[in-house]
């Protein structure tokens, strides 16, 4: 018998797509909960369709959506409508990500789904929640990106705009949707109480300006980028080294002391421009230069062995293949493969939760689409006849043959 799993036995409906509600869902399925994405019969999640694809499927939804079982739904006819809502009756958590109003529109909101459910767990993902008077655009990184202040805050200063390299927003407020739900769960198993979760892409990306917003509120200053320099900490920096750059945290007094050891630049630690680290703060330009200037004469690999080796904070700046190559992530499982019924062998990120009692796992591949509906509804009860019904009424999608899991 496998190893239990801290979600075992709780059923979730997914109805999301994109990035930030399916990274709720995947945080929670990887942890074993059972979930069943419901996709539109035409083409199911949109990103099914973004490349690059492996033998014809989306390897950005195969990473997204492991884990899971797909399931076809018109959610805009009203058998499907009905047999959603009966789904509904049985699951415990119901995720969703689209603009709000919309599942008010369909007859699936969270007042409609308590009415027959009192204790679901409803978790909304939008662009910038369910009040307010944005509620109603739509949200994408981008745009909170913008609005959060993190595209103020990122990049050199006298450049244009940037935004960060990856979608902080969305898969920050898949994050927060899991812990939203997670703990409304576990007040639910106290209470037998269910509730509406809500959480934007807004408030991740805010969320994620804990010190900027420190320097504001304290100072009435507003911040301003910095390339890869800390706000409040010198030298906390990437550095130029001959054949590259490298990382380097000397960020309170004896890092400092250790780093001036390593350069051999006793100069450096009497210099009353780099005293202590206020001092080394206002005179961080003066303080790199004459980093780069004794950094300069070896190697990223000769100066990060004798950092290490001193304690100093420090690192390499990886490109994407040679993280995926480093043995710190190989020993920590972060690169996994998983068997897909149609792409093989496919490549995937690890899990990053790391549980001793109950540890998640990779069961099964991103579905092929549709492939579980009638596995679906038969275990809600539907009858082969229902299903059938449904299927010619249009209300789910065409039979799809159970691919197996290799």
């Known amino acids: 018998m496998p190893d239990p ?24 399925a990887d942890l074993g909960a059972d979930v069943v994405k419901v996709e539109k019969p035409q083409g199911g999640d949109d990103i099914r369709g973004a490349g690059p694809f492996i033998k014809g499927e989306s390897a950005p939804f195969m990473t997204m959506n492991r884990n899971k079982r797909s399931a076809v739904l018109d959610l805009k006819h009203p058998q499907g409508q009905q047999a959603f809502l009966r789904l509904a009756r049985s699951t415990d958590v119901l995720v969703e990500n689209f603009r709000p109003g919309t599942m008010e529109d369909l007859g699936l909101d969270y007042e409609t789904v308590r009415a027959i459910h009192p204790g679901i767990i409803y978790t909304s993902i939008s662009g910038f929640g369910q009040t307010g008077p944005y509620r109603h655009r739509g949200g994408i990184d981008l745009v909170a990106q913008g609005m959060s202040g993190i595209m103020s805050l990122t990049g050199f200063p006298d450049m244009p705009p940037a935004k960060a390299g990856v979608p902080l927003t969305d898969i920050g407020a898949g994050a927060l949707g899991a812990i939203g739900t997670l703990a409304a769960y576990i007040h639910r198993l106290r209470t037998g109480q269910g509730q509406h979760v809500d959480t934007s892409l807004l408030e991740a990306g805010i969320e994620f300006t804990f010190w900027e917003t420190a320097i504001l509120f304290a100072s009435g200053r507003v911040p301003v980028p910095q390339g890869s320099a800390h706000r409040l900490s ?55 230069a004459e980093l780069e200037k004794t950094l300069a004469a070896q190697s990223a690999a000769h100066w990060l062995g004798l950092l290490e080796k001193a304690g100093v904070p420090c690192g390499p700046i990886n490109d994407m293949a040679q993280t995926y190559a480093d043995p710190q992530v190989l020993a920590r499982g972060m690169l996994q493969q998983v068997e897909h019924p149609v792409a093989g062998t496919v490549k995937q990120i690890g899990i990053p939760i790391k549980l001793s009692a109950s540890p998640g796992r990779i069961r099964r591949p991103a579905p092929v689409l549709g492939q579980h509906t009638e596995e679906v509804l038969r275990e809600a009860g539907f009858t082969a006849e229902e299903v059938e019904r449904l299927r010619e009424q249009g209300a789910i999608g065409p039979a799809a043959r159970e691919a197996p899991h290799r």
């Open 234 to 288: 010198a030298p906390y920096q990437a550095l130029k080294v001959q054949d590259g750059y490298i990382v380097v945290g000397a960020h309170n007094q004896r890092n400092w002391e250790r780093l001036c050891r390593v350069l051999e630049r006793g100069d450096l630690f009497q210099d009353p421009r780099f005293g202590t680290r206020p001092e080394r703060l206002a005179h961080r330009h003066e303080l790199e």
């Open 5 to 28: 799993m801290p979600l075992d036995g709780v059923k979730v409906l997914d109805c999301t797509q994109q990035m930030a509600g399916p990274y709720c869902t995947l945080t929670l």
